[in-house]
């Protein structure tokens, strides 16, 4: 999928639906129209006189125009879009009647109605409609920021966002814990992907409700959790780690069997790296699981 672009591409306007391509054309025709008509029934000015005002005026409408036709080539949201456009319209139709107004005398009811009226109503709701823009893009970019550090399943924190703040703790010691569901593979050949999934999202939404402060719970892989822990006494992380294993006992699948976990667990001294204490606390996990599961191990 190709990412959008915005551009004054006339290569867009086929890549656009009908209603916008009619609302570009019906704009065009508008100012093409209308300026005909104005040229036609009412008297001209000396064009020379005005050249400077008619040729600032005109670039302000060419502007204004290529504007509502990225408008229209781009996605926004619907009331954005609504809110935008119709200014936009009203905005082009003010400036149209200024443009003329260089070079012909217009009747009053011209001067007063279409062109100030309906350019100060254009700007008055263009400018709402980027309102409605900016609060649209603002959700888009907390919902992205979201799913950057989020696991889309688990709703706890990604991989990502627990490696990059694990390893951002440069100095100080701290205890990092990794966490798996025992016989996961069993669970979802026996009762389907659908329970299994179910199982970890209430694994991690259970889970993550131990952790407080500083404490942080991701889910690193499959049926795989970290923890980074700030503390480094041994009683109170093994304390914590109990609650972990004795709180996974409490979800049952399809009401048949009690879950259980599996711990590894690392202390970081200041002179040791990220990917050593993870790599022993692997290790640990490793000799839980040998050992029968449902239990801890500390490196």
Not at 49 to 67: K, R
Not at 115 to 124: A, I, K, N, W, Y
Not at 180 to 196: E, P, R, S, T, W
Not at 203 to 220: S, W
Request: hydrophobic share 45%.
């Amino acid at each position: 999928m190709n990412p959008e672009k915005v551009s004054l591409k006339l290569s867009h306007f086929v890549k656009i639906t009908r209603l916008n391509k009619l609302l570009i054309l019906m704009t065009l025709a508008f100012i093409i129209a209308f300026s005909i008509f104005s040229l036609m029934y009412f008297p001209p000015l000396d064009i020379t006189q005005n050249l400077y005002g008619f040729t600032t005026d005109f670039i302000n409408l060419v502007v204004i125009f290529a504007i509502f036709f990225v408008v229209q080539c781009s996605r926004l949201a619907k009331k954005a879009y609504l809110y935008v456009s119709i200014g936009l319209m009203l905005w082009i139709v003010g400036s149209t009647a200024d443009v003329l107004d260089e070079v012909i005398r217009q009747p009053f009811w011209i001067s007063n109605y279409v062109e100030d009226l309906c350019r100060t109503l254009g700007m008055l709701i263009t400018a709402y409609g980027l309102f409605k823009t900016m609060h649209f893009m603002q959700r888009m970019h907390n919902r992205l920021a979201q799913e950057f550090i989020m696991d889309d399943l688990t709703k706890v924190y990604n991989r990502r966002c627990f490696y990059q703040h694990v390893k951002g703790v440069v100095n100080n010691p701290y205890t990092v814990l990794i966490i798996d569901l025992d016989h996961f593979k069993h669970i979802n050949d026996d009762y389907g992907h659908d329970v299994g999934d179910k199982v970890l999202k209430q694994f991690a939404d259970k889970v993550n409700r131990l952790f407080k402060d500083e404490n942080i719970f991701a889910r690193i892989g499959g049926e795989e959790f970290a923890a980074y822990l700030p503390s480094y006494e041994l009683d109170e992380v093994l304390n914590f780690s109990q609650t972990i294993l004795e709180t996974a006992r409490t979800i049952t699948v399809q009401n048949q069997r009690s879950l259980t976990v599996s711990i590894g667990i690392a202390h970081r001294t200041s002179d040791q790296t990220f990917d050593n204490v993870m790599k022993r606390a692997d290790q640990a996990l490793y000799r839980a699981k040998k050992a029968g599961r449902d239990r801890l191990e500390v490196a």
